[in-house]
């Protein structure tokens, strides 16, 4: 058989699996097993930023796929830290359960959705970065050898109202920094001029008229 990277290289090929399919890499890989086709990688994924993701995915051209140490709850019940250097990744809603196509009553996983948001909150900005966070159920995960979750990044399809919205606030923004100052026109007192200079003192008294 080929190696992986000839492999990979074959024209039209395209890496687009199903979330069943990505569940099943994931079972793969917290079992310990090596897949023949190494295409998704394991990074610590909150040491990097989203855009710098691209650039460490084994395969992809919008959507980037990665194997992540799961984060669990802190001992105390809180939310796990899902910070970066330049911000941070926040849930938008509850998990969504995935189910088997061929058994649609048995939940085979869970995914949750994440939205990047840059700087700290409260003053942060939200992105267009999104993150699918596919997890195994815990009674599955528990009995293998790896506990982690597979991640999906990619980046919103923005409309083109929001684009013309965000145009327009580049564009005030500009025009507030480029705007030119008022100009300061010197206003002379042209009475107190003439009553400090002798000769348009003499010229201006009542007795040369």
């Given at each position: 058989?080929?190696?992986?990277?000839?492999?990979?290289?074959?024209?039209?090929?395209?890496?687009?699996?199903?979330?069943?399919?990505?569940?099943?890499?994931?079972?793969?890989?917290?079992?310990?097993?090596?897949?023949?086709?190494?295409?998704?990688?394991?990074?610590?994924?909150?040491?990097?930023?989203?855009?710098e993701l691209p650039g460490l995915a084994k395969i992809g051209e919008r959507e980037w796929y990665f194997f992540v140490p799961r984060i669990r709850k802190?001992?105390?019940?809180?939310?796990?830290?899902?910070?970066?250097?330049?911000?941070?990744?926040?849930?938008?809603?509850?998990?969504?359960?995935?189910?088997?196509?061929?058994?649609?009553?048995?939940?085979?996983?869970?995914?949750?959705?994440?939205?990047?948001?840059?700087?700290?909150?409260?003053?942060?900005?939200?992105?267009?970065?999104?993150?699918?966070?596919?997890?195994?159920?815990?009674?599955?995960?528990?009995?293998?050898?790896?506990?982690?979750?597979?991640?999906?990044?990619?980046?919103?399809?923005?409309?083109?109202?929001?684009?013309?919205?965000?145009?327009?606030?580049?564009?005030?923004?500009?025009?507030?920094?480029?705007?030119?100052?008022?100009?300061?026109?010197?206003?002379?007192?042209?009475?107190?001029?003439?009553?400090?200079?002798?000769?348009?003192?003499?010229?201006?008294?009542?007795?040369?008229?």
């Open positions: 058989m080929e190696n992986c990277a000839s492999e990979l290289d074959l024209p039209g090929f395209r890496f687009h699996p199903t979330e069943e399919e990505l569940l099943e890499y994931l079972a793969g890989a917290v079992r310990g097993e090596k897949s023949s086709f190494d295409v998704i990688g394991v990074i610590n994924l909150y040491r990097h930023d989203p855009w802190s001992s105390n019940g809180g939310r796990p830290n899902r910070s970066t250097e330049k911000g941070f990744w926040k849930a938008t809603g509850s998990d969504r359960e995935i189910r088997s196509m061929s058994e649609p009553k048995r939940i085979i996983g869970l995914k949750k959705t994440f939205v990047f948001y840059k700087g700290r909150a409260p003053r942060s900005c939200k992105t267009d970065w999104v993150m699918n966070e596919y997890r195994l159920l815990d009674t599955f995960a528990s009995i293998n050898k790896e506990d982690m979750v597979l991640c999906k990044i990619y980046r919103k399809a923005t409309s083109m109202k929001e684009l013309e919205q965000r145009a327009a606030t580049e564009e005030e923004k500009k025009h507030k920094e480029t705007k030119p100052t008022e100009l300061q026109v010197p206003v002379f007192n042209y009475q107190l001029e003439w009553m400090q200079d002798p000769l348009l003192t003499l010229l201006q008294s009542p007795w040369m008229c």
